[in-house]
């Protein structure tokens, strides 16, 4: 257990309407990574912050933002939802010392209608 | 770009024989790390391995060891003694500090049949 947790779990929501994933760590560990995964495309990187307020674009970063105004915490925003962002989102954490392993948050599963 | 490879989409094992799970990735990178994560029905995606590229040995960790060929850039996972518990989607990833990034491959749906 690496002290993540992530919220909601579970979502439904309507196309168009804003939506706002947390991801909260405890190990106050500086890195920290959203990914989507979809069927036939692994784990995609969205965003990553290297500390607060320093975040930067993944591959598949068209349509999200992302806010990390605490150690603690990063936020994942889609502001208007669409279909194509129906997904299984992960957060994931990383020292940034000694061994450079990324350890998973349980994920939140986004249903956009 | 940094790229991982995992051609083949599904795999079965009989339970207590060894199976063997292929990667290969490309990079330019000399200083890298790759892993091998797990993710069962659970979804919840749980570290197997890890290997330093700058060691040559290989890494092992229980009934789970790793075939690492620098050269030829393949990263395989080795299964011994496969139990039911390991069923489950398989990942390999790349990792490079240069740009603090994780690559995953596709991923391997391993059944283990009873």
């Known amino acids: 257990d690496a002290g993540i947790t992530q919220s909601p779990r579970h979502k439904v929501t309507e196309t168009g309407t804003p939506v706002t994933l947390r991801c909260h760590q405890t190990?106050?560990?500086?890195?920290m990574y959203w990914y989507r995964q979809d069927p036939g495309h692994g784990l995609r990187l969205i965003h990553y912050s290297y500390g607060v307020k320093d975040t930067d674009k993944g591959e598949v970063s068209d349509g999200y933002s992302v806010s990390r105004s605490k150690t603690e915490d990063f936020l994942l925003t889609l502001e208007s939802a669409t279909s194509s962002q129906t997904s299984v989102y992960f957060c994931a954490i990383r020292p940034g010392r000694g061994p450079d392993t990324q350890y998973f948050g349980p994920g939140t599963r986004l249903t956009v209608l | 770009a940094q790229t991982v490879t995992q051609s083949q989409p599904e795999m079965s094992v009989q339970e207590a024989e060894t199976v063997t799970l292929s990667c290969t990735y490309d990079t330019s990178e000399s200083d890298y790390y790759l892993f091998w994560y797990k993710q069962p029905p659970s979804r919840q995606m749980i570290l197997v391995i890890r290997q330093e590229a700058y060691k040559q040995q290989n890494a092992t960790e229980n009934r789970f060891s790793v075939n690492f060929q620098k050269a030829a850039k393949s990263f395989s996972l080795k299964i011994s003694d496969s139990q039911l518990g390991d069923a489950a989607m398989y990942f390999c990833a790349y990792f490079t500090g240069a740009n603090s990034k994780l690559t995953f491959g596709k991923g391997i749906t391993l059944s283990v049949r009873p």
């Open positions: 190990e106050n560990h500086r890195y």
